[in-house]
């Protein structure tokens, strides 16, 4: 058989030569393929550091010139890889002899060669479909089992038990930033090799490993310096969907050596935060409440320069609804009366004098700083205000439900707050336009109160849901089915009893940034 290649080798190096084509192959100094020679194929092939994909063929032969464009375009989409893996090649037309030490038996041939020095190691014959995104698939699976890899690789190894033990683990030496949770090995595996410059492993979902790190949805989890982790939940295993989502969290994620303090806008950084846990986001923290009034009396507020009679009504009746209808430390209760207080007397407001009334209240330790804890996004652009004035606003009424000054007030001193200090007057002027379709002012008792507000949440969230928003926090219709299954079917029809109910229950338990709860005057 040999013999017969070799025969024909030679006929096609006449052929050509008659031709006057013998500097032509399927290959140039344009694509992304390495063509290697008789006199260099070693120093490329068995450098000891990286692994390659060798083809054999032919440049006369029909299969291998149909096959070169798959060929190329392999190389072009795993140009990224070239520092683990690289696409190369050698016509036997004109290097006959390598092709020879090879043992190649028919065009074209593809090897798999791992990182050896070891010259006379021919490799792995592929045997699989020639479509790109098979050989791809065969490329990730050897990778993955080469033994003792160069140090520079990515780990292509599962989270072992005892790994996974390790990470979790606060003396710790090293560990992975991100773990993929998965169920296919070769995406995460895949997704190493196209992120290899980041500190990234993987996990299956069912593995012992995903367990002991506390990984119960698909997902990305993100370790800290302590080894807690954080869930991002990702059921779309997309491969790009998930580089996407790890560019995003890393990008956005804070350095170990970020100086910065929660909320800290300073500077030139484009809104870039902390990442935040996404199973925090239904709570009900006292501190996104807390630093959505600071918000609101700082920034929102403070932008007036002289307050209209109606505005200042409006301010009057909101802190002191914010005051009596909320589950309040003692402490910051009394902040938020020196507030009141300092407005009681007033027949008139200026940003001077209101300037002084926050200083008086500063004194008395009103924080002048905002950090958000469930309402966190995964940029300071996102969430944080105006999910803690959502959060803000059911709570003051669900806590006045049947107790003065009530739901109703509650309800007309939240559109009045929105109708003259909500500073985005796009979403001022939607919020108006359906308290006013609504009717939200002719309600007369709590209950419709309660349950009209979060109508029109479900409303707002509805609207913003084909719009741009943090990516890892969607706009849903709520509560979701995961927090209360009898308050909604499967259709997304909601029981507007159990939804009251749940409510109730929901916006009274206020926690602390510790976790720990504090239930406000009980409903039942």
């Not at 006369?60 to 798959?70: D, E, I, L, M, Y």
């Not at 105006?386 to 803000?392: H, K, R, V």
Request: one cysteine or more; a negative charge; hydrophobic letters at 35%.
């Amino acid at each position: 058989m040999r013999g017969c290649i070799d025969f024909y080798i030679a006929l096609s190096v006449i052929l050509l030569q008659v031709s006057g084509a013998a500097d032509k192959t399927l290959f140039d100094e344009n694509d992304n393929v390495i063509v290697y020679k008789e006199n260099n194929y070693k120093q490329g092939l068995y450098d000891g550091q990286k692994a390659h994909m060798f083809l054999l063929y032919s440049s006369w032969c029909g299969h291998c010139q149909r096959f070169a464009p798959t060929y190329k375009k392999l190389a072009e989409d795993v140009k990224a890889w070239s520092s683990i893996i690289e696409i190369t090649g050698v016509d036997c037309v004109f290097d006959t002899a390598v092709c020879r030490n090879y043992n190649v038996r028919g065009y074209p041939t593809i090897r798999f060669i791992g990182p050896t020095t070891n010259t006379s190691d021919i490799g792995l014959t592929y045997e699989g479909n020639r479509v790109e995104d098979y050989i791809v698939t065969y490329i990730v699976e050897q990778l993955a089992k080469v033994k003792n890899p160069p140090s520079f690789w990515p780990n292509l190894k599962e989270v072992s038990e005892e790994e996974a033990t390790t990470f979790k683990s606060s003396s710790a030496v090293k560990r992975p930033k991100i773990i993929l949770f998965v169920n296919q090995e070769n995406v995460a595996q895949h997704l190493l090799l196209d992120l290899q410059n980041l500190d990234l492993r993987y996990a299956k979902l069912d593995s012992s490993a995903a367990r002991i790190l506390g990984a119960k949805t698909l997902g990305l989890g993100l370790l800290s310096n302590e080894g807690q982790m954080s869930f991002v939940p990702l059921e779309d295993q997309d491969r790009s969907k998930l580089e996407t989502a790890i560019n995003t969290l890393l990008r956005n994620g804070a350095s170990e050596d970020d100086s910065r303090g929660e909320g800290d806008d300073s500077g030139n950084d484009q809104g870039i935060v902390e990442f935040v846990d996404t199973s925090l986001q239904y709570n009900v923290y006292e501190l996104d409440m807390q630093s959505a009034i600071n918000t609101a009396v700082y920034m929102e507020v403070g932008l007036k320069t002289d307050f209209t009679a109606e505005e200042l009504e409006n301010l009057k009746n909101f802190i002191s609804v914010v005051t009596r209808c909320g589950s309040w430390t003692l402490q910051y209760k009394k902040q938020l009366g020196r507030i009141r207080s300092g407005l009681d007397d007033l027949s008139s407001l200026n940003n001077t004098a209101w300037a002084g009334i926050l200083s008086h209240a500063a004194q008395a330790g009103f924080p002048q700083n905002s950090t958000f804890l469930g309402c966190k996004g995964s940029r300071s652009t996102t969430r944080g205000y105006t999910c803690g004035l959502w959060i803000l606003f059911h709570t003051m009424l669900t806590s006045c439900y049947n107790t003065a000054p009530g739901s109703v007030s509650a309800l007309r001193a939240i559109h009045g707050y929105i109708d003259s200090y909500f500073t985005c007057a796009h979403c001022r002027s939607h919020f108006l336009s359906m308290a006013e379709r609504m009717k939200l002012l002719e309600i007369g008792d709590d209950q419709t109160a309660i349950l009209a507000f979060w109508e029109a949440h479900n409303q707002v969230n509805h609207r913003l849901s084909t719009e741009t928003h943090d990516p890892y926090f969607p706009k849903v219709q709520f509560p979701p089915r995961s927090l209360c299954k009898r308050c909604s079917d499967t259709t997304g029809q909601f029981n507007t009893d159990y939804v009251f109910s749940f409510l109730m229950r929901h916006y009274r338990k206020v926690l602390t940034p510790f976790g720990k709860s504090r239930f406000h005057a009980s409903y039942y």
